[in-house]
């Protein structure tokens, strides 16, 4: 299944747009792209999940280029309390019987906003 | 609030003794994830179930183990137990977990072990 890469940690200002890449390369066809968000000591939170081009929610927008091989996570005027680990997953189409590496969330990025 | 809960909240014991970790799906919820989190690492899978199966493991030590029972709430066993052991313990539940593509897991708000 396709891993994931995705910066340790990045670093903004309130008031200012947030875009966070992941490069999944190996994508399969029937693959979804999948973001959560974690804040200290609480389990992730769902944020946005989608397979090609855009999706927007209240929250953020995913961008998907045609060729799916990376996603980018795009939070608008971001505020401190969107500092937090963003995890991106790659989940599969279908389940495929014992394997486990579409629910991989990996280190995620630490996002810090600052004043 | 999630919907998914988890019980206790704390948990500090010693090394060599055996745990037991209890977590309640959301209503409807079918799937149950268990995942690892400890300090400085990544949110590690340990093992999924569905409708009181097993459906997926992850990195599952075989001192570990879990089920799901018919009311769908599962608990994680975990025996002699080391230093190391010591991590956040999450609970997540998912309508299908058969799809896995779209399927949205709902996480708990975690069980911290301690192990001394």
């Known amino acids: 299944l396709a891993k994931t890469t995705q910066p340790i940690s990045m670093d903004s200002y309130e008031g200012q747009e947030v875009n966070i890449t992941c490069s999944h390369n190996?994508?399969?066809?029937?693959?979804?792209i999948t973001w959560y968000q974690q804040f200290p000591s609480q389990g992730p939170r769902f944020i946005i999940q989608?397979?090609?081009t855009k999706v927007t929610n209240e929250v953020a927008s995913l961008f998907i280029p045609a060729d799916r091989k990376s996603s980018t996570l795009s939070l608008p005027r971001v505020s401190l309390s969107d500092t937090a680990v963003y995890y991106c997953l790659v989940t599969t189409g279908a389940y495929s019987g014992g394997g486990a590496d579409g629910l991989t969330f990996g280190k995620g990025t630490h996002l810090i906003i600052q004043p | 609030d999630s919907g998914v809960t988890q019980t206790p909240k704390h948990l500090i014991t010693a090394t060599g003794q055996r745990v037991t970790l209890r977590c309640s799906p959301r209503s409807g919820d079918l799937s149950v994830y268990w995942y690892q989190q400890s300090l400085d690492q990544g949110l590690q899978f340990l093992i999924q179930y569905y409708n009181g199966e097993e459906r997926a493991k992850g990195n599952i030590l075989e001192r570990f183990s879990a089920q799901q029972f018919p009311d769908l709430h599962s608990e994680l066993n975990l025996s002699s137990l080391e230093l190391g052991d010591s991590a956040l313990y999450f609970c997540?539940?998912?309508?299908?977990?058969?799809?896995?593509?779209?399927?949205?897991?709902?996480f708990g708000p975690g069980t911290r072990l301690t192990v001394l």
């Open positions: 989608g397979y090609k």
């Open positions: 190996n994508i399969a066809t029937n693959d979804y």
């Open positions: 997540a539940s998912s309508v299908s977990g058969t799809r896995l593509s779209t399927d949205t897991q709902y």
